[in-house]
C-alpha cells in the first residue's frame, strides 16, 4: 500500500480472472483442486498462480480471525482533521500512526476531514483510552468525530472480478 498503483503488466484473460476470484473466496485452495476446477493441469495452473503473484495481482495470502473472538469487537470509524493540509504533516500523521495495533485501516480522502481511520477495541472504554493516547493526543490532530458501529452488515476484501 501507500505506493500509486501501477497498470497491470499484461492482459488478464478469462481463466486468470476465474483463478483470482477462486483464490479470493478461498486462499487455501490446493493447487490441485484449483486446477480441477478450472479444467487445467496442474503444472500450467501453478504457472498461471506464480505469475499472478510475480506481476502483483495477487499480493498475499492471510486468514479471517474472529474479532469477537480476540477481544475487538468494537469497531469505530474516525475521521480525522488535521491542523494543517502540508506534506510534512501529511507524514508525520503516517508514521505516528503506523504501529499503531487497534488501527486496521487508514485512508486519506478529499472533503470535510483528511483521514477516515478503520479501529477496532475491546469495549468503549478501551476505545476512550484508544482516542485519547493515540489519536487527539498527536499535537497534529485539530479535531475527530467518532461513528461506532452497531451492526456489521457486509464485510469483505473480495475486489469484485467480472468473468465474460
Known amino acids: 500500500m501507500g505506493a500509486m498503483a501501477q497498470s497491470p503488466p499484461a492482459r488478464l484473460d478469462r481463466t486468470d480472472l476465474t483463478i483470482l476470484r477462486e483464490l479470493q473466496n478461498d486462499g487455501r485452495l490446493s493447487n490441485l483442486d484449483l486446477s ?18 510475480r506481476d502483483g495481482f495477487i499480493t498475499g495470502y492471510g486468514a479471517f480471525v474472529d474479532p469477537e473472538k480476540l ?9 480525522i482533521v488535521l491542523d494543517r493540509t502540508t506534506e510534512h504533516v501529511f507524514e508525520e500523521f503516517k508514521r505516528a500512526i ?18 477516515l ?26 479535531e475527530s468525530h467518532t461513528y461506532v458501529v452497531m451492526e456489521e452488515v457486509k ?8 468473468v465474460t
Open 98 to 115: 503506523s504501529d499503531i495495533p487497534e488501527i486496521v485501516e487508514c485512508h486519506m480522502l478529499s472533503g470535510g476531514f483528511d483521514y
Open 117 to 142: 481511520i478503520k479501529a477496532r477495541v475491546r469495549d468503549m472504554a478501551a476505545y476512550r483510552e484508544f482516542l485519547g493516547t493515540s489519536l487527539v493526543s498527536l499535537p497534529i490532530v485539530r
Open 71 to 79: 477481544d475487538a469487537a468494537l469497531m469505530v470509524f474516525v475521521e
Open 36 to 53: 480441477k476446477r478450472r479444467n487445467l493441469s496442474a503444472t500450467p495452473c501453478l504457472n498461471r498462480v506464480k505469475r499472478l503473484e
Open 155 to 162: 464485510c469483505t476484501t473480495a475486489i469484485p472480478i467480472h
